[in-house]
């Protein structure tokens, strides 16, 4: 079956960095875009970045601005998200998800079909 396992969260300081990993197993990874959101306590699950299967595309909430960075590894089977000049409003839990093909705009949550089982981040002093 499907699986999406995250790793790599945990308690950074503000300004420091992390690097998420999502291992997937269970279909064809090369053949599917993927996705990473948040949600904060209290507030909805948001996009925050997206990857094409072959890599040429990608997406990012806007008001990264800059500071995290998506890339895969099809040989792996693996996606990663570097989060850097972490802050505090970036606290949350993360999540990595499998696109459904031909489904619509990347940071919609309805747009993925598999999830995994989120990963906490939290960015405190």
């Known amino acids: 079956q499907v699986q999406l396992v995250e790793s790599g969260g945990g308690l950074v300081q503000p300004g420091g960095s992390l690097r998420l990993s999502c291992r997937a197993s269970?279909?064809?990874?090369?053949?599917?875009?993927l996705g990473w959101f948040r949600q904060a306590p209290g507030k909805e699950r948001e996009g925050v970045s997206y990857i094409s299967a072959d890599s040429h595309g990608t997406e990012y909430l806007a008001s990264l601005k800059g500071r995290f960075s998506i890339s895969r590894d099809n040989a792996k089977n693996m996606v990663y998200l570097q989060m850097s000049s972490l802050k505090s409003e970036d606290t949350a839990i993360y999540y990595c998800a499998r696109r459904a093909p031909g489904s619509g705009w990347w940071a919609a949550p309805l747009a993925y079909d598999h999830w995994g089982q989120g990963i906490q981040v939290t960015v405190s002093s």
């Open positions: 269970g279909f064809t990874f090369e053949n599917y875009a």
